[in-house]
């Protein structure tokens, strides 16, 4: 199975030529236009969309009248369908009914009801996946859904999970603990790598799997330590400067020096997910075509050319390790 972003008629044009030139299952994961679905359905086999995205796109026109006509698409061209919930990208209208702390249940609450609403349209051709960065909340969040909805298939994936080895630690995490309790159906590996080294991720998988078949389950590396915790995401089809990938590898090499706090940092390659998913950090970029920009947690610090935000995240860094001193 393949994998494709989709975000504008363009790329969809390009999907009809990947389609002509492969026999592989193809999977879309629609961006924030879910109106695009109409373009892609006929040249794959499963089209995937968030719910919390579709607050971006016809805003007027009510989530349940959005989701019939996503089912009446895939149905139309024999497609499957994936109800992709994200962490940084969750229902608003569920995230302002829970506390800021508790990340799981709007998640949970998305996915329930994305699912009663395909039930009620009789469209039974889809799978749920649930994704955090955090492989403690993808286990937690995917074992409370399979308790609800045992028949829904899931789709498991830790995101942003980084670049390896620790990715591929944090997704083994998550997989070694669902897997072997019977939770999840397919899998994804996320690691920021460049493009050449993508197989890396589906060798990564695959290992897993074996392990996990052969009771090679390894000792639960607990990322709840105080120590610094670097997260990114992979290098998907979003990102539209590759230029992202050694900047990931960068701050790796640079924070070394902070390795004893406990701090997070995320760095995301897209304006998609990136502005969300780096609200939860303590300090976070997300890239753009030439400038990164920069946030500490929630809040807007600049926009920096690629040559220039080392440094002033160094700034940042050091001002945020002597506050918690």
Same mark, same amino acid.
């Given at each position: 199975?393949?994998?494709? +972003?989709?975000?504008?008629?363009?790329?969809?044009?390009?999907?009809?030529?990947?389609?002509?030139?492969?026999?592989?299952?193809?999977?879309?994961?629609?961006?924030?236009? *879910?109106?695009?679905?109409?373009?892609?359905?006929?040249?794959?086999?499963?089209?995937?969309?968030?719910?919390?995205?579709? *607050?971006?796109?016809?805003?007027?026109?009510?989530?349940?009248?959005? +989701?019939? *006509?996503?089912?009446?698409?895939?149905?139309?061209?024999?497609?499957?369908?994936?109800?992709?919930?994200?962490?940084? #990208?969750?229902?608003?209208?569920?995230?302002?009914?829970?506390?800021?702390?508790?990340?799981?249940?709007?998640?949970?609450?998305?996915?329930?009801?994305?699912?009663?609403?395909?039930?009620?349209?009789?469209? $039974?051709?889809?799978? &749920?996946?649930?994704?955090?960065? %955090?492989?403690?909340? &993808?286990?937690?969040?995917?074992?409370?859904?399979?308790?609800?909805?045992?028949?829904?298939?899931?789709?498991?994936?830790?995101?942003?999970?980084?670049?390896?080895?620790?990715?591929?630690?944090?997704?083994?995490?998550?997989?070694?603990?669902?897997?072997?309790?019977?939770?999840? %159906? $397919?899998?994804?590996? #996320?690691?920021?790598?460049?493009?050449?080294?993508?197989?890396?991720?589906?060798?990564?998988?695959?290992?897993?799997?074996?392990?996990?078949?052969?009771?090679?389950?390894?000792?639960?590396?607990?990322?709840?330590?105080?120590?610094?915790?670097?997260? +990114?995401?992979?290098?998907?089809?979003?990102?539209?400067?590759?230029?992202?990938?050694?900047?990931?590898?960068?701050?790796?090499?640079?924070?070394?020096? +902070?390795?004893?706090?406990?701090?997070?940092?995320?760095?995301?390659?897209?304006?998609?997910?990136?502005?969300?998913?780096?609200?939860?950090?303590?300090?976070?970029?997300?890239?753009?075509?030439?400038?990164?920009?920069?946030?500490?947690?929630?809040?807007?610090?600049?926009?920096?050319?690629? %040559?220039?935000?080392?440094?002033?995240?160094?700034?940042?860094?050091?001002?945020?390790?002597?506050?918690?001193?």
């Amino acid at each position: 199975m393949v994998r494709i +972003a989709v975000d504008n008629k363009k790329d969809a044009e390009a999907l009809a030529e990947i389609r002509r030139q492969t026999k592989a299952n193809l999977s879309v994961d629609l961006q924030e236009n *879910y109106r695009l679905a109409e373009l892609v359905a006929p040249h794959v086999d499963k089209v995937r969309y968030n719910p919390g995205h579709l *607050y971006h796109h016809e805003q007027q026109t009510p989530r349940h009248e959005q +989701a019939r *006509y996503l089912a009446k698409v895939a149905a139309d061209n024999a497609c499957a369908m994936r109800v992709g919930v994200n962490c940084g #990208s969750v229902d608003p209208a569920k995230k302002e009914k829970y506390d800021p702390q508790d990340s799981l249940t709007p998640m949970l609450e998305s996915a329930w009801e994305h699912c009663e609403l395909l039930d009620s349209l009789g469209f $039974t051709r889809y799978c &749920v996946s649930l994704k955090d960065s %955090d492989p403690q909340k &993808v286990i937690e969040v995917n074992r409370r859904f399979a308790e609800q909805r045992p028949d829904v298939p899931l789709h498991l994936g830790v995101t942003e999970a980084g670049l390896p080895p620790d990715g591929v630690i944090k997704t083994r995490i998550a997989f070694e603990q669902l897997l072997s309790r019977g939770i999840g %159906d $397919t899998i994804r590996v #996320s690691l920021t790598v460049p493009n050449p080294r993508k197989p890396e991720e589906i060798q990564a998988g695959r290992q897993i799997l074996t392990d996990i078949a052969a009771g090679r389950v390894r000792s639960v590396v607990n990322y709840g330590l105080p120590t610094l915790n670097i997260i +990114a995401c992979p290098s998907c089809s979003r990102v539209e400067n590759q230029a992202f990938i050694d900047l990931a590898e960068q701050v790796k090499a640079m924070t070394t020096y +902070a390795r004893e706090h406990s701090i997070t940092i995320a760095v995301m390659g897209c304006r998609v997910n990136g502005p969300g998913e780096t609200d939860d950090a303590d300090l976070g970029l997300w890239c753009g075509p030439n400038f990164v920009n920069l946030k500490r947690r929630s809040t807007e610090l600049g926009a920096y050319p690629y %040559d220039q935000i080392l440094s002033r995240l160094k700034t940042e860094l050091d001002q945020l390790i002597a506050s918690k001193s």
